[in-house]
C-alpha cells in the first residue's frame, strides 16, 4: 500500500490532510476530535493579542458554490488561549495560527506560543474582512518580510504563511514571506451575498471571504503559480471536497492539503475518506508515495501552453 | 440557504412570550431548530415548537431580534435557514417531559406528537406559557403548583417513566445531571442551548468537549451528556472564551 | 407593468440583460441572433490590431462551479472585423470589445471601430490569460488612464471600462478609469484546472479564466465596493445565470448586467428568462421600473456592519 | 466535464482510416459526436461510428491528434467529453445514406440502426472505409464503382427516398443542396462540419449565420441549411475570419 505520508518543511505528518484555521478550533475539544477523526494535524482559529467577539450575526452564508463568512476574527485573545491548551495533548500536531496588526504583535504572539509548548504557527496574513489586521498586513510586502524575520530571530517556531489571493501579484508577496518555512495557499475571496427579498446584504459584515468549491480553481492557480517561481513547501486550501480535489493540489505542487468549508458537507468523517481515496490513487496509478506525485506537472517537463 | 415565509398569525403567550406560525411547507421533526434572521440586524437559534403544517416557534422577547419578531404583522415575511440539528428519538412506554424556561417551546412540539406527563418550571405563575390541562406545575415562588424547581417536582418521579425528555436552561440540565442515579432504566434525553453562531456545525461556538450542540445535538443522550466534562461547568463566549457558571441554579 | 428599461450613461436599453464579451460574439450572425433573442445588448468578442488564432484546444473546460477558458484573444483582427460588420443591421445595439497593448493600439482600435459605424467601445483591460494585453495593461493604473483620456479626446464614442478582478485594490483602478461612460465588473478570474488521470492541465495555456456561477460573489463584491466609493454607472457581470442573481447585482448598483457562461445552461432564451423574472419580481415587490432599486442597499442607508 | 475509458479494440480500416472501440457506458444517439483529448494535445470533435455498446469512433489521421489517437494500446485510456450535438430524426419509410469522406462515420451509428440505402464516394477505392456489401461506390478515379462524385451517383434516385441523411465535406454537401430541387417530397438532412473550439455552443467558432454546428446541429434539415447564406460560401478560420471556399468541388 502506497505511504500518503508527507513533510512540510521538517515537520512530518503521518497523512497530508489538515484542518484549516477557522473551522471547528476554537475550543480544544474539537481539536481533539479532528486529530481522532484522522486529520495529519490541525490549525487552531485565528489568535490575536485581545479577545475579541467577532462579528454580529449573520456570520455565515450557504450558497450553491460554497460558503461566504464574516466570523470577524472571534477568538479569546492569546492569554486565555493559552490558559485553555496548557495540558493539551497534541501540541505537536496543532498550529496556532495568529493575527495581528504589527509586527510587535506577531513577534509576542509567536513568543507566547511558543512559551505555552507549540512549536508550529501559521501566520494569518490574509484575512479578507477585518480592517488592519488579516489581508491587509499581507497585502504588504515589507511589512509581511519584517514579521517573519523577526519570527525566526526570536523564536525556533515552524513558521507557515498563509497568504492573501486578494492580490495582483502573489508571487512577490511570497517572495517577501521566504524565509517561511511553508506558504499556505489560499485564505479565503473577498465576497458578497444578497438576499433579494429583504434587500439586505446576508452578512451582518456585508464582505466576508469565500470559501468552498467555487474557490478551488483559484486556489489550485495560486498554489501552480507559486510552487513553480519558488520551488518551496505549499499547503494547498481552497475549496478541497474530497480526495480528486487533494490530488489536484499534489500534482501542483502541494505536500499537504487543508480543508475547511468541506467539513460542512461531509464533517469529521472526511479525514479517512480523502486519506483512502488518495492511498488508492497512488496504489491503482502505480506509485509508492504521495512525494512522488507532488509538483509532477511543474517539475517534470511536460508543460504545456505558454 | 436563507428562505423566507409568510407570518400567518402571532399569539402573545404572556407578558414575553410569543408563538408565530408562518405559512411554511419545511419538514422539521420535533427538536430541530431554525436560524432566524431579521434583515438587517441578527440571526438567532429558534426551536419550533410545532413541527406539523404550518409550523410555529415561541420565543420570549430578550434583545432587539425577539423583540423585532415579536412587532411583525400578520403577512410579513419572516426569514429562517434550516431545520437543523437532530431531532428527540421516538419514544415507548411511558414518557415524561420535562422543561424549564423557554425550553418548553422545544419540548411541545415532541409533546404535540407524543402523549406523556409534562412538567413545567418557571419562576412565577406569570413566567408561564404553553401551559394545557394536566401539566405538572412548579414555580420558583410557589405562585402556581409546587414550590421549587422542575427538577424538585419531577425527580422523584423518575423511575416511573422509559423514556423522559429534558430540555431547558444549562444549570438546569446540570442539577438534574448530578442528582440521577447514573443507573437509572429511564432513557433520559437532553435537548441542550448554547450560543450558537452558525448553526451549521462548523464555527465551535456551541462546542462542548467537541460535541457540537447545534449539529451533533441539540438532543443528546444522558451517556453522552455524562461525558461532557465542560457542561454545567463553563460556557463560551462570543469569543471562545471559556466562561464559568457560578452557580448550578438560576 | 414594471418598466426594465435602463440607461448606462446616456444609452438606453430596452432592457438590462447584455451579452457579455467572448461567448457567442465572433461572427455577425450570433451577434444578430441574441439581439433577435432578446438581448439587451450585444458586446463584441474583442477584437485587436492584428489577427490571432488564440490557443489551441483545449480552450475550456466546464467545471462543477462554472467553466475555465483559454481561448486566448482569439479574433480576425479590427480590419476584417469591420469588413464582415459593414452592412450590419444593429451597430446602436453592439458595444465594439477591443484589447491592445498600448495606448496607441487603443486609440488606433477605437478609431477604426467608429470610422465602421459604431458609437459605442468597451475596453478590455482585464483578460487574465494572455501575455501583455488584457489585464497586464488592465492593472496598470496609468495606463488605462492614458488610454481612457486619449480615446475621449481623440473620438466621439461612448466608453464602457471593464476591469479585472485579479487586483489588490480594484477601487485605483476605477478611480484611474474614471473618465470611462461606465465600469464593467468583473472579467474572469485567473484559475486552472488539472486532470488527474492524464496528470495534464485542462487547458493548452494552462491558465486560463474562471467564469459562472462560482465568480458571482466575487462579482457583486467588486460591484458593492466600486459603486460605493464611486457612485459611478457599472454594468454588472461574473456569474449571472437568472434572474434573481440579476436581482442582485441591481440591488448593489448595477444599472445593467452581462451574462456569459449562463448560456451554456440556458442558451437563447435566457435573455427572456432574466427579463421576464425582473419584470415580475418589480410588480410583487411593488416598484415601477428597474431604476428605484439600482444602488438602493447602498444608497439608502441601511447599510448594516463596518 | 473529462472522463476517460479504455480502448479495447483498434482496428485499420485503411491505408489511414482506423476504428476504435472504447469501454464507455455513454448513452448517444447516432449523429452525435465527442470531444476527445489528447492529454498535453489537442482536444479535437469525433463523431461516433457506433452508438451502442461499446461506442466506437473511425477517424483518418490527419495530423497530430488524430495520429496519437491511432498509436494508442488496447487498455490505453481515451479522454473525453460528451456526447454533444443533436441526432439524425428517426426515419421512416426509404431511407438512403449519401456520405463523402470521414461523414461516413456518422452515418455508419445511424446505419447499424435503421436499413436504408448507402452511397458512399472517396477519391479512390483506397480511400473507402466502413464499407459493406450492397453500398453504392463512387470514386473520383473511378477505380471502383460509379466514377465521380457520390452526389452525381445519388441525385438521379432522390425522389425514391423518403428519408435521405447526408454527411461530408462542406463543398460536397453545398453541391447537393446547390443541384436539388427544393420542393422535394424527400426529407433531407445533413450533418455538417466545421471548426470547432468548444463543442458546447458557446465560443462560436462553428457558427454558420448564427446557427451553431455543435449545438443546434450537427444535423440540419433541408429548410434550415438553406437559410444558412453563409454555408459552402465561405467558413471560419481559427481566429474567426471568413475564409472563402475556392470551389464547390473537393
Ligand atoms: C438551539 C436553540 C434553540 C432555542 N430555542 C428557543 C426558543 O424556542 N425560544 C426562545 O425564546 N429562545 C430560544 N433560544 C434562545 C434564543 O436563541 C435567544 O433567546 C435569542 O438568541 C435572543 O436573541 P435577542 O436578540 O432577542 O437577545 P440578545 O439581546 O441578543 O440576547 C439576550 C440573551 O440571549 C442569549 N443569546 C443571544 N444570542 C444567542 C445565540 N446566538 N444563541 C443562544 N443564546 C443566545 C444570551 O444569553 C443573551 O444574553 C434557543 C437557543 C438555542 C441555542
Ligand atoms: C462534428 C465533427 C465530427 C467529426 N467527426 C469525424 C470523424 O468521425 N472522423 C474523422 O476522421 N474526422 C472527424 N472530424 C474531423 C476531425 O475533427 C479532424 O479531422 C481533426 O480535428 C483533425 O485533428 P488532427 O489534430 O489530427 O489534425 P490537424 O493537424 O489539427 O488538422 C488537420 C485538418 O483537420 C481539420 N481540423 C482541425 N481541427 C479541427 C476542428 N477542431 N474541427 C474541425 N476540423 C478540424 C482542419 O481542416 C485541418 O486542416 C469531425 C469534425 C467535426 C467538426
Ligand atoms: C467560517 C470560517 C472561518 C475562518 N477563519 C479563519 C481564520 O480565523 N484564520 C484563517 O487563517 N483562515 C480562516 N478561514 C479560512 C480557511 O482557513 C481557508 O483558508 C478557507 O476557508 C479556504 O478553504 P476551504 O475552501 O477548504 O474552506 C476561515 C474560513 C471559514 C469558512
Ligand atoms: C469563453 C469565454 C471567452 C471570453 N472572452 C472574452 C473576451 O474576449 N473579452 C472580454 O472582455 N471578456 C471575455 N470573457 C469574459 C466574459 O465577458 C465575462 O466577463 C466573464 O465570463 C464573467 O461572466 P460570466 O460568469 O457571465 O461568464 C470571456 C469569457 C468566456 C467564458
Ligand atoms: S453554532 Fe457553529 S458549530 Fe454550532
Ligand atoms: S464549437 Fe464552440 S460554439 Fe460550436
Known sequence: ?306 | MMVHSRVTELVRENKDVFTMKFDSSITAKPGQFLMIWVPGGKEIPMSLSNTSSPPSITFRTFGETTKTLSRLKIGDRVFYRGPYGNSYPEPSGKVAYVGGGTGVASLNAMILKYRGDVFVGARTRDDLFLIRDGYKIATDDGSLGFKGTVIDLFLPHLSEYDYVFVCGPEPMVKSFIDRVDRRTHSKVFFSLERLMKCGVGICDSCSINGYRVCKDGTIFSMDDVLKMTEFGVYKRSESGKMEFFTNGKR
Open chain 1, 1 to 306: 500500500m502506497a505511504s500518503i505520508s508527507t513533510k512540510v518543511g521538517n515537520f512530518s505528518l503521518d497523512n497530508p490532510v489538515i484542518l484549516a484555521s477557522g473551522i471547528l478550533d476554537e475550543t480544544s475539544g474539537s481539536i481533539l476530535r479532528s486529530i481522532r477523526s484522522g486529520a495529519g494535524a490541525v490549525v487552531t482559529k485565528s489568535i490575536g493579542m485581545k479577545e475579541r467577539k467577532g462579528y454580529p450575526t449573520p456570520v455565515i452564508s450557504e450558497i450553491s458554490t460554497g460558503l461566504l463568512n464574516a466570523v470577524g476574527l472571534s477568538n479569546p485573545g492569546i492569554d486565555n488561549f493559552i490558559e485553555e491548551f496548557k495540558n493539551f495533548p497534541e501540541k505537536k500536531r496543532t498550529i496556532v495560527s495568529i493575527f495581528g496588526g504589527s509586527v510587535e504583535d506577531f513577534v509576542t504572539l509567536a513568543r507566547k506560543v511558543e512559551g505555552a509548548g507549540f512549536d508550529k504557527i501559521e501566520l494569518n496574513l490574509s484575512c479578507p474582512h477585518v480592517q488592519g489586521v488579516g489581508s491587509e498586513v499581507g497585502q504588504d510586502a515589507d511589512l509581511v518580510e519584517s514579521i517573519i524575520t523577526e519570527i525566526k530571530e526570536r523564536t525556533n517556531l515552524h513558521i507557515w504563511a498563509k497568504l492573501t489571493p486578494n492580490v495582483t501579484d502573489i508571487i512577490s508577496l511570497a517572495k517577501a514571506s521566504e524565509k517561511a518555512d511553508a506558504y499556505v495557499l489560499i485564505n479565503t475571496l473577498r465576497a458578497t451575498g444578497v438576499e433579494i427579498y429583504s434587500r439586505k446584504f446576508v452578512l451582518a459584515n456585508i464582505v466576508g471571504g469565500y470559501s468552498g468549491p467555487g474557490i478551488k480553481p483559484v486556489a489550485l492557480r495560486a498554489v501552480y503559480d507559486v510552487y513553480k517561481e519558488t520551488g518551496k513547501d505549499i499547503v494547498g486550501v481552497g475549496g478541497i471536497t474530497n480526495w480528486q480535489d487533494a490530488i489536484e493540489f499534489f500534482l501542483v505542487g502541494a505536500r499537504a492539503i487543508q480543508i475547511g468549508t468541506a467539513l460542512l458537507y461531509e464533517d469529521y468523517p472526511i479525514y479517512k475518506k480523502i486519506n483512502n481515496g488518495i492511498t488508492q490513487y497512488l496504489d491503482s496509478e502505480g506509485f509508492s508515495g504521495l512525494d512522488e506525485i507532488v509538483g509532477v506537472m511543474v517539475n517534470d517537463g511536460t508543460l504545456q501552453g505558454h
